[in-house]
Antibody, heavy 120, light 107 residues
């Protein structure tokens, strides 16, 4: 079955970086786009960016452009998101999710989430 | 504007019908998808496209759209439907949008 499995929870100090992985299985990795979405405690969903797993091109919202890098390793069927210069406001659960590459981007499969805590 | 607007909270009596709405300019060109999120869990896709449901989603969930507004309708609402519902879409530049979420309370 289609599955996205993310790396485990992490605790980081302010100013550090975190890199989260999202391993895909059960489908052709390069035929879909992978998105990253985060959710701060008690808050709504925030889109962090996406990568077309086939072409490798990415798209970020303005608030992510300076600190977020999304990449993928086709041979490992894995996408990654690195967030740099962490602050306490980056404390959140981070999700990866799969969408079609064209047309409407519905997110039909989600990872289990990765909790990142930023604390001194 | 590149935003999706939802009512923060809606309530419905057990067994009744409820409609949750989402408004935004991008919805004139792209369909919304809807997600159900229960506490401590990842969101789950419940409707997408014109009115499609992933396998395993009960047919009491349906989606519709008119001009700049998308709607999620739940008929014969069950206690287990109590959750936060998010709408989601994209714009012409490929940027992704989420609504702020609607907390559904089943009375």
């Amino acid at each position: 079955q289609v599955q996205l499995v993310q790396s485990g929870a992490d605790v980081k100090k302010p100013g550090a970086s975190v890199k989260i992985s999202c391993k895909a299985s059960g489908y052709t990795f390069t035929s879909y786009t992978l998105h990253w979405v985060r959710q701060a405690p008690g808050q709504s969903l925030e889109w962090m960016g996406w990568i077309n797993a086939g072409l490798g091109n990415t798209k970020y919202p303005q608030q992510s452009q300076d600190r977020v890098v999304i990449s993928r390793d086709i041979s490992a069927a894995t996408a990654y998101m690195e967030v740099t210069s962490l602050t306490s406001e980056d404390t959140a659960v981070y999700y990866c999710a799969r969408s079609p590459q064209h047309g409407d981007y519905w997110l039909d499969t989600w990872g289990q989430g990765t909790l990142v805590i930023v604390s001194s | 504007s590149s935003e999706l607007t939802q009512d923060p909270a809606v309530s419905v009596a057990l067994g009744q019908t409820v409609r949750i709405t989402c408004q935004g300019d991008s919805l004139r060109n792209y369909y919304a998808s809807w997600y159900q999120q229960k506490p401590g869990q990842a969101p789950v896709l419940v409707t997408y496209g014109k009115n499609n449901r992933p396998s395993g989603i009960p047919d009491r969930f349906s989606g519709s759209s008119s001009r700049d507004t998308a709607s999620l309708t739940i008929t014969e609402t069950q206690a287990e439907d109590e959750a936060v519902y998010y709408c989601h879409s994209r714009d012409s530049g490929g940027f992704v949008l989420f609504g702020g979420g609607t907390k559904l309370t089943v009375l």
